[in-house]
């Protein structure tokens, strides 16, 4: 299992990115799937997860997204997203996706997301 973002980059405020994590692996449709960021100074912190099929994908988010960002998954493609739209500049930071197989987590390297004001 090998997770890559991507989609990231330089945006107005007020604009939108849709992110990309993809397994090389192939199996990340059998696993819920969350989405961090790290802005700079700060800690890492959730923003969104979906669960896999068992639990009928559910979702979560962060109370500073709920309304702007949505997560969804293409499980033929093992590929979650994250459509961010009305981006702020406080949404700024590094974003990483994140899964748990058999009690281990796996990280991807991140995309930047930068959002000028």
């Known amino acids: 299992l090998q997770l890559a973002e991507s989609g990231g980059g330089l945006v107005q405020s007020g604009g939108s990115l849709n992110l990309s994590c993809v397994d090389s692996?192939?199996?990340?449709?059998?696993?819920?799937v969350g989405w961090f960021r790290q802005a700079p100074g700060k800690e890492r912190e959730a923003v969104s997860c979906?669960?896999?099929?068992?639990?009928?994908?559910?979702?979560y988010y962060t109370e500073s997204v709920k309304g702007r960002f949505t997560i969804s998954r293409d499980n033929a493609k093992n590929t979650a997203f994250l459509q961010m739209n009305s981006l702020e500049h406080e949404d700024t930071a590094v974003y990483y996706c994140?899964?748990?197989?058999?009690?281990?987590?796996?990280w991807g390297n991140g995309t930047l997301v930068t959002v000028s004001s």
């Open positions: 994140k899964t748990r197989k058999w009690g281990i987590d796996y």
């Open positions: 692996g192939h199996t990340l449709r059998y696993y819920a």
């Open positions: 979906i669960n896999n099929s068992d639990y009928d994908g559910q979702t």
